[in-house]
């Protein structure tokens, strides 16, 4: 049986994030989203958006390296409604109570286009919930999103009763023109 704190460990890595938005129409890009890079064929946009995920242990776990499977919705600017799945590989610390974890993910928008991903994380667990820090790189995608690069920074906090976690993206992604 794994330790409450490990457990929260367990339950916080993934491609996703917490913390307060800072409001308005998701789906509506702001003015400065559509900034044109130092290079005149790309463009760089803004992504700014929410996300809940649900995570489940996968074959071949060992603690304290554990593999996960994140799975979960959002909506974000320039993706829309969209599907995010993600591999995760965590080191957990439970005496510290904290974490590192590795992955790749996928985000998918309603239309089909993908966002394809890689992720550093690191998760600090307080009663029973922990705070989950992803830096997320972009390392390419499908139809509007081919060629696509950027950073995200996904926080989530997840709680450790339900293994459920909601949060937050922001970060920036550039688009070849």
Same mark, same amino acid.
């Given at each position: 049986?794994?330790?409450?704190?490990?457990?929260?460990?367990?339950?916080? %890595? $993934?491609? @996703? &994030?917490?913390?307060?938005? @800072? *409001?308005?129409?998701? !789906?509506?890009? +702001?003015?400065?989203? %559509?900034?044109?890079?130092?290079? =005149?064929?790309?463009?760089?946009?803004?992504?700014?958006?929410? !996300?809940?995920?649900?995570?489940?242990?996968?074959?071949?776990? $060992? %603690?304290?390296?554990?593999?996960?499977?994140?799975?979960?919705?959002?909506?974000? +600017?320039? !993706?829309?409604?969209?599907?995010?799945?993600?591999?995760?590989?965590?080191?957990?610390?439970?005496? =510290?109570?904290?974490? #590192?974890?590795?992955?790749?993910?996928?985000?998918?928008? =309603?239309? &089909?286009?993908?966002?394809? #991903?890689?992720?550093?994380?690191? =998760?600090?667990?307080? /009663? *029973?919930?922990? #705070?989950?820090?992803?830096?997320?790189?972009?390392? *390419?995608?499908?139809?509007? %999103?081919?060629? /696509?690069? &950027? #950073? !995200?920074?996904?926080?989530?906090?997840?709680?450790?009763?339900?293994? /459920?976690?909601?949060?937050?993206?922001?970060?920036?992604?550039?688009?070849?023109?």
């Amino acid at each position: 049986m794994r330790s409450p704190i490990a457990r929260t460990v367990l339950i916080t %890595f $993934a491609l @996703a &994030g917490c913390g307060a938005d @800072a *409001g308005g129409n998701l !789906l509506e890009p +702001s003015v400065s989203s %559509f900034a044109r890079s130092a290079n =005149a064929d790309t463009k760089t946009k803004h992504i700014r958006g929410t !996300l809940e995920t649900v995570e489940t242990d996968l074959p071949g776990s $060992a %603690f304290p390296i554990l593999r996960r499977r994140l799975e979960g919705t959002g909506t974000a +600017s320039h !993706l829309g409604r969209f599907t995010v799945v993600a591999n995760i590989t965590l080191t957990v610390n439970p005496l =510290a109570g904290t974490g #590192t974890g590795i992955g790749t993910g996928t985000y998918t928008a =309603a239309n &089909g286009d993908v966002l394809t #991903t890689t992720a550093v994380g690191q =998760a600090v667990v307080v /009663a *029973g919930i922990a #705070t989950v820090t992803e830096t997320v790189t972009v390392t *390419g995608g499908t139809g509007r %999103f081919e060629g /696509a690069t &950027g #950073t !995200l920074v996904v926080m989530r906090r997840v709680v450790q009763a339900t293994g /459920a976690s909601t949060g937050t993206i922001d970060g920036t992604i550039t688009l070849p023109k």
